[in-house]
Each structure stands twice: as C-alpha cells, then as structure tokens.
C-alpha cells in the first residue's frame, strides 16, 4: 500500500513537500513515480525516480522547480515542489512500477497507487 500526505493550499511562488509512504511491500525493489490531475483533465506525468534513487524523470512542465527523491530506509518517497504556479493545482499520486526498471511515465504502466493528495495554489 501506498499513502501520500502533505498537500494544501498555497500561494504562487510557495512551496510543498509530498510524502508517500510505503508499506508491504520491498519498496527499495520498485520505481516510484508521481502523477498528477487536475480537474476535467486525465492524469499527468510530473516525476519518477530509479529504485536506488541515482536516475530521476520530470515532466517538461515541472522540470526545475520540482524534486522527486527517495529515503528506501525509511520506505518513503517525496517531491518537493518549489514555485507552485496555479496550474500546479490538481490531486497528486504517488504509484511505484513493481514490473520494469526503466522510468515509465505512463500511468497504465505502474501497479501500485496511493489514495491522492490535494494540492491548491491559489493567484
């Protein structure tokens, strides 16, 4: 199981940090990835990062200002998100890939979900 925390509400220019926290399953053995979606849209791409943390993927829409990174001993994966902009406003997963090493960023293609975690930036 997954479970992501630490969405809110913030003003542009703010920033939050994401957790996902793992449970039952070897989460060191699995790519984590984050998706995103806004309201009336599908679920987007914004990161994903290798098993042993060295190898990361950004969405072109957030690349700069987002970090997506990994702590295995403590089966947590984060993503820090720095100078939120109002189009950043959407539910955030979190979701690992148990079947491919490589950074997927289709969402049909990982396995496990976390229930999502509400980010509001408000103008």
């Known amino acids: 199981q997954l479970q992501a925390c630490g969405g809110g509400l913030v003003q542009a220019g703010g920033s939050l940090r994401l957790s996902c926290a793992a449970s039952?399953?070897?989460?060191?053995?699995?790519?984590m990835g984050w998706f995103r979606q806004a309201p009336g849209k599908e679920r987007e791409f914004v990161a994903a990062?290798?098993?042993?943390?060295?190898?990361?993927r950004y969405a072109d829409s957030v690349k700069g200002r987002f970090t997506i990174s990994r702590d295995n001993a403590k089966n947590t994966g984060y993503l820090q998100m720095n100078t939120l902009k109002p189009e950043d406003t959407a539910v955030y997963y979190c979701?690992?890939?148990?079947?491919?090493?490589?950074?997927?960023?289709?969402?049909?293609?990982?396995?496990?979900w976390g229930q999502g975690t509400l980010v509001t930036v408000s103008s």
């Open positions: 979701a690992i890939d148990i079947n491919r090493a490589y950074l997927s960023g289709l969402d049909g293609e990982y396995d496990v």
């Open positions: 039952g399953r070897t989460f060191s053995n699995y790519v």
């Open positions: 990062i290798h098993r042993r943390g060295v190898i990361t």
